[in-house]
């Protein structure tokens, strides 16, 4: 079951969000022991590939280059450089690499070829590839998928009716399109929304009502706490309580049984209980490391330390889905074709040179 039509509507929505919170989180937890092993909960590695300078005015994101923010802007990273982080986060233990990076769309230029290289080369690590990258059209969807990609992020953040208080340079349509272009490729989607914008609890409902909506919902629901950043309009926000996240998570694990709950951003704020209650409530993913993309997360040896004492296990990548096979990208094949023959020639011409240099003069002697 993949979504529970018990609660298809707002008000059934709300009505659950709101029963007495151990009765919701006992409900929760008995959906997600029938759905899901609930001592396993999957550590993903959070990489920001491109931070910081974005154009778009998203009101709660630091990277937003609008808003005077202490983020340290950085462009593309290398494919060395994030296979190497790759590697790193494997060693800890995470099964999945979320590449975000601070674009409004996908743009069809070498960024993109070299993001098309990473994935190529962290599925061939044998971890779940996750990007995050904005906007997409089906083609780039396709080659990403065509790469290994496992899943697509992409958040509609809130809901339709308090989405122009958030964000105006793009529509929610916009983003219900991505998700369905990452869809119409094959790829998991991963969409999710962030709770403490000064939004009404009826918006965090709404944005489950939209998933709700669709033919396919979300594999991987991410819920995030605002993490509220001096610079941006929701600096000033009071962080919600530790509560309003738990009854987030268990509404999302009762409505959608079978997708993967996550804890993802605000950590730093909650209690060791206070998670305890979102596991047990179906939270089955966190982020690991002492980083989300800009902001901080609790130290991964916190987090070991937690899994221990709550006597949690860390996932292992590929249990909810085949690992995708990479294929070559006739782009890059064509790219490094060109460089290998631009290479070559180059090559020649510098025997040519060398050659010539050394040939012989002939001296004319004069008189
Ligand atoms: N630029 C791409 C996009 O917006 O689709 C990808 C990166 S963006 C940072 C990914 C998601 O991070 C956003 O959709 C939002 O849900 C979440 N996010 C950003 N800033 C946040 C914050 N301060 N607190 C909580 N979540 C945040
Ligand atoms: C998601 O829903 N949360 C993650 C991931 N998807 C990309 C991002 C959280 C970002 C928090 C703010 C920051 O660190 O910049
Ligand atoms: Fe840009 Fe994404 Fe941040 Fe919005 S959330 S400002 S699109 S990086």
């Given at each position: 079951m993949k979504v529970n039509p018990q609660y298809s509507t707002k008000e059934a929505l709300l009505e659950l969000y709101n029963k007495p919170l151990l009765e919701l989180v006992f409900e929760a937890a008995t959906v997600h022991r029938k759905y899901h092993n609930?001592?396993?909960?999957?550590?993903?590695?959070?990489?920001?590939?491109?931070?910081?300078?974005?154009?778009?005015?998203?009101?709660?994101c630091p990277q937003a280059a609008r808003y005077h923010t202490d983020v340290d802007t950085h462009k593309l990273m290398t494919v060395?450089?994030?296979?190497?982080?790759?590697?790193?986060?494997?060693?800890?233990?995470?099964?999945?690499?979320?590449?975000?990076?601070?674009?409004?769309?996908?743009?069809?230029?070498?960024?993109?070829?070299n993001v098309i290289e990473m994935v190529q080369s962290v599925n061939d690590l044998g971890m779940e590839v996750c990007c995050t990258l904005g906007m997409m059209n089906?083609?780039?969807?396709?080659?990403?998928?065509?790469?290994?990609?496992?899943?697509?992020?992409?958040?509609?953040?809130?809901?339709?009716?308090?989405?122009?208080?958030?964000?105006?340079?793009?529509?929610y349509e916009d983003r219900l399109n991505t998700i369905d272009n990452a869809r119409k490729a094959g790829i998991s989607v991963c969409s999710g929304g962030i709770i403490g914008m000064g939004e009404a609890v009826e918006d965090r409902m709404g944005l489950l009502l939209s998933y709700m909506q669709m033919e396919n919902p979300p594999e991987?629901?991410?819920?995030?706490?605002?993490?509220?950043?001096?610079?941006?309009?929701?600096?000033?926000?009071?962080?919600?309580?530790?509560?309003?996240?738990?009854?987030?998570?268990?509404?999302?694990?009762?409505?959608?049984?079978?997708?993967?709950?996550?804890?993802?951003?605000?950590?730093?704020?909650?209690?060791?209980?206070?998670?305890?209650?979102?596991?047990?409530?179906?939270?089955?993913?966190?982020?690991?490391?002492?980083?989300?993309?800009?902001?901080?997360?609790?130290e991964f040896n916190e987090d070991v330390e937690m899994f221990k004492i709550l006597g949690l296990e860390m996932?292992?990548?590929?249990?909810?889905?085949?690992?995708?096979?990479?294929?070559?990208?006739?782009?890059?094949?064509?790219?490094?074709?060109?460089?290998?023959?631009r290479a070559?020639?180059?090559?020649?011409?510098?025997?040519?040179?060398?050659?010539?240099?050394?040939?012989?003069?002939?001296v004319t002697v004069e008189g």
């Open positions: 609930p001592r396993e909960v999957q550590m993903s590695s959070l990489l920001s590939i491109k931070t910081g300078g974005c154009p778009e005015d998203c009101g709660y060395e450089t994030v296979v190497e982080q790759a590697k790193n986060a494997k060693a800890n233990g995470a099964s999945r690499l979320c590449m975000g990076a601070a674009w409004r769309e996908v743009r069809d230029n070498r960024d993109f070829d089906e083609d780039q969807a396709l080659r990403l998928k065509k790469a290994g990609l496992f899943a697509y992020n992409h958040n509609l953040d809130t809901s339709p009716d308090y989405y122009d208080d958030v964000i105006s340079t793009r529509e991987s629901i991410p819920i995030n706490a605002l993490v509220a950043v001096e610079g941006t309009p929701m600096a000033e926000q009071k962080p919600i309580e530790q509560w309003e996240m738990i009854r987030m998570v268990a509404t999302t694990r009762i409505a959608f049984p079978q997708s993967i709950v996550r804890l993802s951003a605000g950590r730093t704020k909650m209690s060791m209980e206070a998670q305890a209650l979102c596991f047990m409530a179906g939270a089955g993913s966190v982020f690991a490391g002492d980083k989300l993309l800009t902001t901080p997360n609790p996932k292992a990548p590929f249990a909810d889905g085949e690992q995708p096979i990479s294929e070559s990208d006739p782009i890059i094949e064509a790219r490094k074709a060109k460089e290998a023959a070559k020639e180059l090559a020649e011409a510098r025997e040519k040179a060398k050659d010539e240099n050394f040939a012989p003069r002939k």
